[in-house]
């Protein structure tokens, strides 16, 4: 069955950095697009980043353009997402999924991602 596992959370100060990881198996990974999505307490779950199956196309909210960056390893079937100058409102717990195939929509829409990883948190302190 399809499986996705965050790691990398963690606490940080301002202006620090993670790298988040998502484990991807059960599937043919190199075959779907990938996204990063985040959810802080009482807000809307949104999307922060995803990239295509070969990595040709990426996207970045503009919330965190410039300072988090996608990328994906299809021989090691994991999705990374490199987060530097983190800020207080970059604190929320962040969720990996796998884009819905044949979906045409936004990449920022829940609606076009078919599986979910548990999460895992990131916290920064001012």
């Known amino acids: 069955q399809v499986q996705l596992v965050e790691s990398g959370g963690g606490s940080v100060q301002t202006g620090g950095s993670l790298r988040l990881s998502c484990a991807a198996s059960?599937?043919?990974?190199?075959?779907?697009?990938m996204g990063w999505f985040r959810q802080a307490p009482g807000k809307e779950r949104e999307g922060v980043a995803a990239?295509?199956?070969?990595?040709?196309?990426?996207y970045i909210a503009n919330s965190v353009k410039g300072r988090f960056k996608i990328s994906r390893d299809n021989a090691k079937n994991t999705l990374y997402l490199e987060m530097t100058s983190l800020k207080p409102e970059d604190t929320a717990m962040y969720y990996c999924?796998?884009?819905?195939?044949?979906?045409?929509?936004?990449?920022?829409?829940?609606?076009?991602?078919?599986?979910w990883g548990q999460g895992t948190q990131v916290t920064v302190s001012s």
């Open positions: 999924a796998r884009g819905r195939l044949g979906y045409s929509g936004s990449w920022s829409s829940k609606e076009g991602y078919d599986y």
């Open positions: 059960g599937y043919v990974y190199s075959t779907y697009r």
């Open positions: 990239i295509s199956s070969r990595s040709s196309t990426t």
